[in-house]
């Protein structure tokens, strides 16, 4: 009930084309769902979010995509450059327990994304 | 600025000894979070605390212990009891009641077990 399915695990495309990396979850008290980008090294960054009254949200040459009756989000990202290799994370977010203003997040495993020049 | 600062950045130790990896934060956050992260594992959860005093167990709290003193700092212990602590360790915080949880990530520290 608290998975988030992330795939694929790895992903490699060239420069300048639009890498589509999914998530699935079955828990439907899951009301947020947050995108985490993480360089090697280093700890992971808030992307890019979205709520599930929400079929699309776009920033920048990063946009999700929800559908909420299939339980599934999707991460897609335009024109990718280089500087987009990275390991990226989708989460979906649960109030640790009813009234609470705090949540807990549960993470995918992962996609390492690699852009070739 | 405003961020969380995890140290030491790289940790060896031996088997049987236990470790306190540090995380301060000076972003006024009240909930602190630890993560573990393996390859192709994702980021779990060890504990969390909401305010000062008080902590909960997050999903793999086994083998690990952790202290809230402050509201800036939030310490993780690995002790010996845990199994395979080879892994990289972040620590997070997020606004209480933000309306989502937000986190906002150390740049980690990463334990090898000789």
């Known amino acids: 009930q608290q998975q988030v399915k992330q795939s694929p695990q790895s992903l490699i495309v060239q420069k300048g084309g639009i890498p589509i990396i999914n998530c699935a979850y079955e828990?439907?008290?899951?009301?947020?769902f947050p995108w985490y980008q993480q360089f090697p090294g280093k700890g992971p960054a808030l992307l890019i979010a979205?709520?599930?009254?929400?079929s699309e949200k776009k920033e920048g040459r990063f946009t999700i995509s929800f559908n909420k009756s299939a339980k599934q989000f999707s991460l897609h990202i335009m024109d990718s450059q280089p500087g987009d290799s990275a390991t990226y994370f989708c989460?979906?977010?649960?109030?640790?327990?009813?009234?609470?203003?705090?949540?807990?997040?549960?993470f995918g495993k992962g996609t390492k994304l690699s852009v070739i020049p | 600025d405003g961020g969380i600062t995890q140290s030491p950045k790289y940790l060896f130790r031996k088997e049987g000894q236990n470790v306190t990896l540090s995380c301060e934060q000076n972003?006024?956050?009240?909930?602190m979070y630890w993560y573990r992260q393996d390859p192709g594992q994702g980021l779990r959860l060890i504990y969390y605390?909401?305010?000062?005093?008080?902590?909960q167990k997050g999903d793999i709290a086994e083998g690990y212990s952790v202290s809230r003193e402050k509201k800036e700092s939030f310490p993780l212990t690995v002790t010996s009891a845990q199994k395979n602590p080879t892994a990289f360790y972040l620590c997070?915080?997020?606004?209480?009641?933000?309306?989502?949880?937000?986190?906002?990530f150390g740049a980690g520290s990463r334990l090898t077990v000789l």
């Open positions: 997070a915080s997020s606004i209480e009641g933000a309306g989502a949880n937000v986190l906002t």
């Open positions: 828990n439907t008290a899951f009301d947020y």
């Open positions: 979205i709520r599930p009254d929400v």
């Open positions: 989460a979906a977010s649960i109030p640790l327990y009813s009234g609470a203003g705090s949540y807990q997040l549960t």
């Open positions: 972003l006024n956050h009240d909930a």
């Open positions: 605390s909401q305010i000062v005093n008080d902590f």
